[in-house]
């Protein structure tokens, strides 16, 4: 497996399964610890698709950590876990969808669909149970992604940078949640003229 193909944070999902497979004493890495890894930092692009998809990730990864404590363990041996048979699938899977999007590295959520279409797997049985299909998993990634490609080794990290790194006022207003503004009519009026300009049309 040439881990150079994936995204550095693919890369570190399955470096990471890899030793989860170690600790947990198991012979070889499954779907299930990539997986657990995927969703261990709680800003990647995997937990953001379970936000929009109103899941909790939390709950999920309790359900994983369950499962991996099921799977048997091997004792005695020092030999690095090796890639089990849905494992190399879904890996081969996840490069030719990468190479559908005309993306150059396997990204992190490219692999999460993937892994969301293994039928009979936890993750598949996750979803259908709650009512979410594979295809509701791939729309919620292409609208993370929008018009972005990986084409670099960290492209995660430009999918809705807006959204990661600032907050969207807009909508926080639609929800009622922002504070009313009193006594600074003149200012509010100002903003609104300069934002109207055609030019020049920077509040800040």
């Known amino acids: 497996m040439n881990l ?8 570190e999902a399955i470096i990471r399964a890899v030793e989860l ?6 012979q070889a890495f499954a779907p299930e610890h990539i997986l657990y890894a995927l969703f261990e930092d709680k800003k990647s692009v995997s937990c953001r698709v379970f936000g929009k998809l109103g899941l909790n990730v939390d709950e999920f990864r309790q359900n994983i950590d369950t499962h991996l404590k099921s799977l048997p363990k091997v004792f005695g041996g020092t030999t690095q ?3 089990s048979q849905a494992t190399a ?3 081969k899977q996840a490069k030719d969808k990468a190479n559908q999007l005309g993306d150059e590295y396997i990204s992190s959520e490219v692999l999460l669909y993937r892994l969301a279409e293994q039928k009979d797997s936890l993750f ?17 990634v292409k609208e993370i992604r929008g018009s972005h490609k990986a ?12 959204e990661k790194f600032g907050r969207d006022l807009t909508e926080i ?4 949640k922002l504070d009313p503004v009193i006594g600074r009519d003149n200012e509010i009026r100002r ?3 300069v934002l109207s300009r055609r030019t020049k049309n920077n509040p800040v």
């Open 21 to 26: 497979a170690h600790q947990h004493k198991h």
């Open 89 to 91: 699938d879904v890996l």
């Open 173 to 176: 207003a639609k929800k009622g």
């Open 191 to 193: 903003l609104m003229q």
């Open 151 to 162: 084409d670099s080794q960290s492209a995660e990290n430009t999918y809705q940078a807006l």
């Open 81 to 83: 876990a090796y890639a």
């Open 124 to 140: 598949f049985n996750y979803l259908a149970k709650r009512g979410i299909a594979p295809e509701d998993v791939s729309r919620v």
């Open 4 to 11: 150079e193909k994936f995204t550095l944070k693919a890369q």
